[in-house]
């Protein structure tokens, strides 16, 4: 056993034969040679060091680890570069559990090769070598750190789809979780889950995703014929009864009956249609059409899908928004007010063009700070040059006719030309009222896509099963109601003032703040659990094909913007 003399003098030595660029690996031997406090474990400091240094483990499913290389550095530098996940030779038991973990991936809507969940084995039986040792233990780690961000802040990011979502406050210190709460867990499930939304909706689309897991192995149906264009009555004899029926029992929108031979009852089958279409946004007639049947021949495992999807998009939110006031959620056309989870009332909305990417609708979490009653429409200078220059060039006082007037960079009106309008010279704005476009009031929350909550002088489109209609902002049902449920703590508003302010004439553009900002989330969700019950909706604007599209490529994903998105108008 060494003398405190000679470890002494081993450290010196140490410390004069290294050169300073290798200060990690000069703390860990010196350590050793010390025989400092907590250094037991033999270390495995060359081999640990091959396998993280470069940002690239080759024998990983996405070898490209180097967007959480320093913190997996920094986990093993903390530690001494001993082992982790394996003792004399054999995988520690949190080691099982998290190669468990990652078999199960789909029970958390992941995939499980994203962390080599086939290659476990065969690292195990390679366990009796050093560098089998420090390989298990280095991709052990970075699968460990992977899965953790994924359940914790989600495996892609918004801002790489241009959406108004901040996740950087999300970010886990991976060290410190990886040495305090994951190599040492006493239960990884319930560890895991942890680090997973709390939130109702997030654990019901995990619920839900867990059924329809369950569903897909019972799922063997053929897709049912093509109507064509035609939209018929059940009892006009399609001839595809019990193969409809089969597959409305399966996803439960009909009562399973003992008697699987008789035909099934007309008017049972047309009600279990009518759930089914009540459930996946169509119009609720109980008759077949082409969009019935798509919507029907759906795989179970691409419902799994679009479940995965939303609760990939419920990670990105932060605390605050996991519970937001206002949920607006995009594919349903509905607005949804809460507190906590208690949903208080919901309404219709309308949001952008499907058909023109420029109107999409972006998924925004931000804060509603203040209302406008009786607000001007400030027209973005390509519609104004789109839609009022040719009218403006044919007539000179269309604008005074239709209640536009034109104004300089501080808002003051000014007379202007068709070309000066077309150029971007001058503004133009629609005046308050009636006939603005934005209603009699819109309800704010600044972000940098322009859009904004309002009224419109459009009522009828609210009666429509599908409300994809405006130019990036949101249409709202029932604006009044809105208004007054914001303005509730004010007690300088109530319902019959909120009338006034929006009838009153002589009110132009009234701002009034609220009592204090509130969560709002545009949210983009296929997959809903309202009620106790999974609903399905149509991708929209192909956000979900571009976020499964990413993650097809595997691991790093991109964390900037890879398209851009410019400002809704209406």
């Known amino acids: 056993?060494?003398?405190?003399?000679?470890?002494?003098?081993?450290?010196?030595?140490?410390?004069?034969?290294?050169?300073?660029?290798?200060?990690?690996?000069?703390?860990?031997?010196?350590?050793?040679?010390?025989?400092?406090?907590?250094?037991?474990?033999?270390?495995?400091t060359d081999e640990l060091h091959g396998a993280i240094d470069?940002?690239?483990?080759?024998?990983?499913?996405?070898?490209?680890?180097?967007?959480?290389?320093?913190?997996?550095?920094?986990?093993?530098?903390?530690?001494?570069?001993?082992?982790?996940?394996?003792k004399d030779g054999k995988p520690t038991k949190q080691a099982n559990a998290m190669m468990e973990a990652f078999s199960n991936a789909r029970q958390r809507g992941l995939e499980p090769e994203d962390y080599d969940a086939g290659q476990w084995h065969q690292r195990v039986s390679d366990l009796g070598t050093d560098q089998g040792k420090a390989n298990f233990d280095a991709a052990m780690s970075i699968s460990a750190a992977r899965f953790l961000n994924a359940i914790h802040m989600g495996r892609t990011n918004p801002q790489a789809f241009s959406f108004g979502i901040n996740t950087d406050g999300k970010k886990l210190d991976l060290p410190t979780v990886l040495e305090s709460q994951i190599v040492n867990a006493s239960d990884m499930d319930t560890t895991l889950t942890a680090f997973e939304p709390s939130n109702a909706q997030y654990k019901a689309l995990k619920d839900s995703l867990h059924h329809y897991l369950d569903l897909a192995a019972q799922d063997h149906s053929d897709p049912l014929?093509?109507?064509?264009?035609?939209?018929?009555?059940?009892?006009?004899?399609?001839?595809?009864?019990q193969p409809l029926a089969q597959k409305l029992k399966i996803v439960g929108d009909m009562q399973a009956s003992s008697d699987t031979g008789a035909q099934p009852d007309i008017n049972a089958l047309t009600e279990a249609l009518k759930h089914f279409q009540h459930r996946h946004g169509i119009?609720?007639?109980?008759?077949?059409?082409?969009?019935?049947?798509?919507?029907?021949?759906?795989?179970?495992?691409?419902?799994?899908?679009?479940?995965a999807d939303s609760m990939e998009r419920w990670r990105w939110m932060n605390d605050e928004f996991q519970r937001p006031s206002?949920?607006?959620?995009?594919?349903?056309?509905?607005?949804?007010?809460?507190?906590?989870?208690?949903?208080?009332?919901?309404?219709?909305?309308?949001?952008?063009?499907?058909?023109?990417?420029?109107?999409h609708t972006p998924m925004i979490a931000d804060r509603m700070k203040y209302l406008v009653f009786r607000?001007?429409?400030?027209?973005?200078?390509?519609?104004?040059?789109?839609?009022?220059?040719?009218?403006?060039?044919?007539?000179?006082?269309?604008?005074?006719?239709?209640?536009?007037?034109?104004?300089?960079?501080?808002?003051?009106?000014?007379?202007?030309?068709?070309?000066?309008?077309?150029?971007?010279?001058?503004?133009?704005?629609?005046?308050?009222?009636?006939?603005n476009s934005l209603g009699l009031v819109k309800f704010m929350f600044p972000n940098k896509f322009n859009v904004y909550l309002h009224d419109t002088n459009s009522h009828s489109l609210f009666s429509r099963v599908r409300r994809d209609y405006s130019h990036g902002c949101v249409r709202v049902q029932d604006p009044p109601k809105l208004a007054d449920w914001l303005l509730r703590d004010n007690s300088q508003w109530d319902p019959e003032k909120i009338k006034d302010a929006m009838n009153d004439e002589s009110i132009t553009n009234k701002n009034v703040?609220?009592?204090?900002?509130?969560?709002?989330?545009?949210?983009?969700?296929?997959?809903?659990?309202?009620?106790?019950?999974?609903?399905?909706?149509?991708?929209?604007?192909?956000y979900d094909k571009s976020m499964e599209d990413m993650l097809k490529k595997g691991a790093p994903y991109p964390q900037k913007p890879v398209m851009q998105r410019g400002e809704a108008s209406v």
């Open 1 to 44: 056993m060494m003398t405190f003399r000679t470890r002494l003098l081993v450290t010196a030595a140490i410390f004069t034969v290294l050169p300073l660029s290798g200060c990690k690996k000069t703390k860990q031997m010196a350590a050793q040679a010390t025989g400092a406090v907590g250094v037991t474990a033999p270390t495995y």
């Open 54 to 86: 470069p940002g690239h483990l080759q024998l990983l499913h996405s070898p490209d680890f180097s967007d959480i290389q320093p913190a997996i550095a920094s986990f093993y530098d903390n530690r001494q570069f001993t082992l982790a996940w394996s």
């Open 225 to 241: 014929p093509d109507p064509g264009t035609s939209s018929f009555a059940l009892s006009t004899g399609y001839p595809a009864l």
């Open 283 to 307: 119009q609720e007639d109980g008759k077949l059409n082409a969009t019935t049947v798509t919507a029907l021949n759906i795989p179970i495992t691409a419902r799994i899908q679009q479940i």
């Open 326 to 359: 206002i949920l607006v959620n995009l594919p349903e056309f509905v607005l949804r007010t809460f507190n906590g989870d208690d949903e208080e009332f919901r309404m219709n909305v309308v949001d952008g063009q499907s058909s023109l990417e420029e109107h």
């Open 375 to 435: 607000p001007y429409w400030n027209l973005p200078v390509d519609i104004a040059k789109k839609d009022l220059v040719p009218h403006m060039e044919k007539n000179p006082g269309y604008l005074a006719e239709h209640h536009y007037e034109t104004v300089n960079n501080k808002g003051e009106p000014e007379e202007a030309s068709a070309e000066r309008v077309a150029h971007g010279n001058v503004l133009v704005r629609q005046l308050p009222g009636i006939t």
């Open 513 to 542: 703040s609220l009592p204090k900002p509130i969560p709002i989330v545009l949210f983009y969700g296929t997959a809903y659990v309202d009620g106790g019950e999974i609903h399905f909706f149509q991708d929209l604007y192909g």
